[in-house]
């Protein structure tokens, strides 16, 4: 399961908006975008099951590994 409160954790830490990430996310080099909106909603919890793309795009953008975000349940 995806643990939100880590990603608002590593974003808030990096000085990073929500706003931030998206405009992050729309470089040409990553698979897809990740808007301000569907962010919050990761972070809240929400939505817990973002698609891999998303996921590759996020750790990229806050310099992680997608087993950060990810918690064994």
Known sequence: MLNGALIREVRNSMG??????????????????????YLEELERGDKTNPSFKKLIVLAKVLNCKIDDFVQMS
């Not at 706003?19 to 897809?32: A, G, M, R, V, W």
């Open 16 to 37: 990073y908006t929500t706003k931030d990430i998206e405009n992050l996310s729309l470089n040409e080099k990553y698979p897809t975008k990740i808007s301000k909106s």
